[in-house]
């Protein structure tokens, strides 16, 4: 009897240890996303360091304490890339986790058709696979050929695009004259939205994902006064002099911060992953020219438009639950790299598959900024596959496998090896040195390239004469 009165007070007690767990495992709050993104901001383009060792890593001249401060609680990745050196083929990459060159959408402009935006795999719908509690939000520019609702988000500004946040497309001088205004590039009235949005959810206590795209710092130069005239009575940067675009950035920061304070108010900063990246890398000269001395990404080469580290590198950083604060993690990471950490943060690990580019940094945040991601395709891939009168002018492709970079040229498959751990500037060219790895790297594009059927150069193909099924051009 003594034997089975102990048997049933043991096998109860494993019992309630048991739904104790259970309960304890299936209440737990799901956390929140915030993926704030800026518009044509380059690597160096805030006063946030990305290097720990590069002291040309942030600005000499913008200020942008607001981001310093969600840095100085959190992870920054100093080789980050953006999918693409311009913005419509980055942001379908973040939305959907593939290469442009996998989507075929490799250029703004340009027919989408074949693109199956109904798709599963976006942020938003996976998010609300795991729970259907998510509430999802899109605020700002948004740059993609279909309502955010089709993508599965539940609120939104809309089919944005430069436009909706002033943008002179027909005169390229006037883009870069100062413009003074009370809301510029739609700044406060976008961070309102936003801030509306976060007070709802504290309120329905509903976990969320909330992208909030910025028109800024995308020309037009728009500014407050008082910002402006603090920048005219400082002393020029030696790389970045532009005062309005300075002036601009800081009332950028002042935008992310309002939206900081208020999760903060709301008790919901501690549940929380906040990312902070640009579309792609800033123009190397205001007004862009082809050529030019000095630009103002340096360290970097070139800027927008190009596959060069200009073009590419971005600043970005993230905090949140259980990130250890004030770290660089080195590890080269890509915008399809969000969709898959995103889910991967919220309790859904998404398999490797041969057509999801992108892998969980999710690790990485946990090990102190070491270790790799595990991806189907070896290398980060960049593929600008037509012409371009501003930039290189040269249809090329990229790719980058442990700080190697090769870049080739379409035309006469010219090709440029890097070494970026120690060559940011890419001015040696390492493809008579380096015969091996130049062909590990280019046979790991070339066959990448072909895998996806990647949309490929012809002389004379813009990509903006129809669909990609009537100019037929593949690898």
């Known amino acids: 009897m003594r034997f089975f009165t102990s048997f049933i007070l043991v096998f109860g007690?494993?019992?309630?240890?048991?739904?104790?767990?259970?309960?304890?495992?299936?209440?737990?709050?799901?956390?929140?996303?915030?993926?704030?993104?800026?518009?044509?901001?380059?690597?160096?383009?805030?006063?946030?360091?990305?290097?720990?060792?590069?002291?040309?890593?942030?600005?000499?001249?913008?200020?942008?304490?607001?981001?310093?401060?969600?840095?100085?609680?959190?992870?920054?990745?100093?080789?980050?890339?953006?999918?693409?050196?311009?913005?419509?083929?980055?942001?379908?990459?973040?939305?959907?986790?593939?290469?442009?060159?996998?989507?075929?959408?490799?250029?703004?402009?340009?027919?989408?058709?074949?693109?199956?935006?109904?798709?599963?795999?976006?942020?938003?719908?996976?998010?609300?696979?795991?729970?259907?509690?998510?509430?999802?939000?899109?605020?700002?520019?948004?740059g993609i050929d279909v309502h955010p609702s089709v993508l599965g988000y539940d609120e939104s500004d809309g089919m944005t695009g430069n436009k909706d946040g002033v943008f002179n497309y027909k005169e390229n001088r006037k883009q870069w004259q100062n413009n003074v205004d009370k809301d510029p590039k739609k700044i406060f009235s976008t961070t309102d939205r936003a801030i509306k949005f976060l007070e709802r959810q504290a309120i329905s206590k509903q976990p969320f994902f909330m992208q909030v795209s910025h028109y800024a710092v995308h020309s037009d130069v728009m500014m407050r006064q008082n910002t402006l005239n603090k920048y005219m009575e400082k002393p020029k940067g030696k790389y970045q002099r532009h005062d309005g675009f300075a002036a601009m950035t800081e009332d950028l920061d002042s935008g992310v911060g309002l939206l900081l304070d208020r999760l903060k108010a709301l008790g919901l900063e501690k549940n929380t992953y906040i990312i902070y990246t640009s579309d792609n890398g800033a123009v190397p000269v205001m007004p862009p020219k082809p050529k030019y001395n000095r630009g103002s990404n340096f360290p970097l080469s070139r800027g927008k438009w190009d596959a060069m580290e200009g073009g590419i590198r971005v600043p970005f950083v993230i905090a949140g639950p259980k990130i250890a604060a004030e770290l660089e993690s080195n590890t080269p990471i890509t915008h399809s790299d969000v969709l898959p950490s995103i889910i991967d943060l919220a309790g859904q690990k998404l398999p490797v598959k041969d057509d999801m580019d992108g892998g969980s940094f999710k690790s990485i945040l946990s090990?102190?900024?070491?270790?790799?991601?595990?991806?189907?395709?070896?290398?980060?891939?960049?593929?600008?596959?037509?012409?371009?009168?501003?930039?290189?002018?040269?249809?090329?492709?990229?790719?980058?496998?442990?700080?190697?970079?090769?870049?080739?040229?379409?035309?006469?498959?010219?090709?440029?090896?890097?070494?970026?751990?120690?060559?940011?500037?890419?001015?040696?060219?390492?493809?008579?040195?380096?015969?091996?790895?130049?062909?590990?790297?280019?046979?790991?594009?070339?066959?990448?390239?072909?895998?996806v059927k990647a949309p490929k150069w012809k002389p004379g193909i813009s990509w903006k004469q129809g669909t990609v099924e009537k100019i037929n051009s593949y690898h």
């Open 13 to 142: 007690f494993i019992f309630v240890v048991a739904c104790s767990s259970t309960i304890t495992k299936n209440t737990e709050v799901p956390p929140n996303f915030i993926l704030i993104l800026s518009d044509d901001q380059g690597w160096n383009g805030t006063s946030v360091q990305m290097m720990d060792d590069l002291p040309q890593s942030k600005s000499d001249y913008h200020e942008t304490p607001n981001l310093e401060r969600l840095a100085n609680r959190g992870m920054r990745f100093s080789s980050a890339y953006a999918s693409a050196p311009v913005c419509s083929p980055s942001r379908y990459s973040i939305q959907f986790g593939q290469t442009p060159a996998r989507l075929k959408m490799i250029r703004v402009g340009m027919n989408t058709n074949h693109i199956n935006h109904e798709t599963s795999f976006t942020i938003p719908k996976l998010l609300k696979s795991i729970n259907k509690n998510y509430k999802t939000a899109h605020f700002g520019k948004w």
């Open 367 to 451: 090990s102190g900024g070491n270790g790799n991601i595990s991806r189907f395709s070896e290398g980060l891939i960049f593929h600008v596959p037509y012409e371009n009168g501003i930039a290189l002018k040269r249809a090329h492709s990229a790719i980058i496998i442990d700080h190697f970079k090769l870049i080739k040229f379409h035309d006469n498959n010219e090709r440029m090896l890097f070494n970026l751990n120690n060559d940011f500037k890419e001015q040696i060219n390492l493809v008579e040195s380096h015969p091996k790895k130049l062909l590990q790297l280019e046979t790991a594009l070339d066959a990448y390239l072909h895998k």
